[in-house]
């Protein structure tokens, strides 16, 4: 009986250790995403607010995520403006009344506060705010210039289990419709997740999976039954993976993998690798309703020669019709002084090969332009 006794002790001591070591694991795992209790009702009449706040820690932010709605009052107008201090993060996001959860990618950008502010004079209720940090370090840097390919068991794959989750389409709006996760300060050479669309009545899902502004997959099929999805990259340094649903329709994403090397790129496009276009979705920028004079759109070009410059604009936001682009590399000037019509216009920019590590588009007159499928192309 004693030795019965013994024997119970030993394996449950065993399970024990086996829980905790498991419970490690996944602390290890997790991305950095911090969850902060602050929540509100700001503008209107009914909201004594006029904005809602959140201190930040002394770390570069990669995203912003929250919940809200515009369930209250008579109105359905709810906008809302996102800062980190004075940076607008984002400066125009319609609320509908149901309430949505938003995923916002922030820049590397470092503050004392997260600024939540309505446009309009609507309430809007903002709950479920959380903050995904980089490392400090986390500040893009080029690959070793002198460094060709890669071992690609180096780094090896490292799990993520906390990001799996429901996103998109009508069941799982409530959780947004983008997978944000901090990236470690090494080359990715592969990703690999299984998803599936066996959510709801439609078989309609798609997924972009990228790198910061880098596209690793575009407008990926899911398949009903699911399957695992595996892309080769690069040796792309970013500092964080984004999965987003293109479609509007559910899908589910679990089993998250990373395959991290230690190379530099495969590619030579003076020292840097990449894809030869990379795309970004755009904002609407400038005026009172999205984010003034200092707004803009900066997407990352990591030193490469950009040989065009492609996008959608409109000024049908707001009573005037002044609106006009600046488009510029670092500090040199592309285009100045674009003007751009009311009812919209796809245009397209010789960029000379410039080279640089960041596009900016910003507004050249503080009036409201909404800029949409922008397209890098970069010198073969």
Not at 151 to 159: C, E, F, H, K, S
Request: glycine residues 12%.
């Amino acid at each position: 009986m004693r030795k019965l006794a013994f024997v119970l002790a030993l394996f449950t001591l065993t399970l024990s250790a086996a829980a905790q070591e498991e419970s490690a694991q996944l602390r290890r795992n997790r991305s950095d995403w911090t969850t902060y209790a602050e929540k509100g009702c700001i503008g209107g009449d009914q909201c004594r607010g006029k904005r809602l706040r959140v201190s930040l820690e002394d770390r570069p932010v990669l995203a912003v995520r929250f919940t809200a709605h515009d369930q209250i009052g008579n109105k359905a107008d709810g906008v809302l403006r996102v800062k980190i201090d004075g940076n607008t993060v984002k400066g125009y996001i319609d609320i509908p009344r149901r309430g949505e959860t938003f995923n916002i990618d922030v820049d590397e950008l470092t503050g004392r506060q997260l600024i939540f502010e309505p446009v309009n004079d609507d309430e809007v209720e903002v709950s479920d705010i959380a903050v995904l940090y980089g490392r400090r370090d986390t500040i893009r840097r080029d690959p070793p210039r002198d460094v060709r390919g890669g071992d690609r068991g180096n780094g090896g794959w490292r799990q993520y289990p906390r990001a799996a989750m429901c996103i998109g389409g009508t069941d799982c709006r409530k959780n947004g419709n983008r997978i944000t996760i901090a990236l470690d300060n090494a080359p990715v050479i592969g990703v690999r997740f299984f998803a599936h669309d066996s959510i709801g009545t439609r078989a309609d899902g798609r997924l972009t999976v990228r790198i910061d502004d880098t596209n690793v997959g575009w407008y990926v099929d899911i398949k009903r039954e699911g399957r695992t999805h595996e892309f080769d990259v690069d040796n792309v340094y970013g500092s964080k993976l984004i999965i987003e649903t293109a479609s509007d329709d559910e899908v589910d994403v679990k089993d998250i993998e990373v395959l991290y090397g230690r190379g530099g790129g495969r590619g030579n496009n003076n020292g840097r690798s990449g894809p030869r276009e990379i795309r970004d979705a755009g904002d609407c920028i400038g005026g009172d309703q999205c984010g003034g004079k200092r707004a803009r759109i900066r997407i990352a070009l990591d030193g490469r020669a950009v040989d065009q410059i492609r996008f959608y604009a409109r000024d049908d936001i707001g009573t005037r019709a002044g609106g006009e682009l600046r488009i510029r590399i670092d500090d040199e000037v592309v285009q100045n002084y674009l003007d751009i019509p009311r009812e919209g216009k796809t245009f397209t920019i010789d960029a000379h090969n410039i080279a640089g590590d960041y596009l900016y588009i910003e507004p050249a007159e503080d009036d409201e332009v909404d800029v949409k499928d922008i397209r890098v192309t970069f010198k073969d």
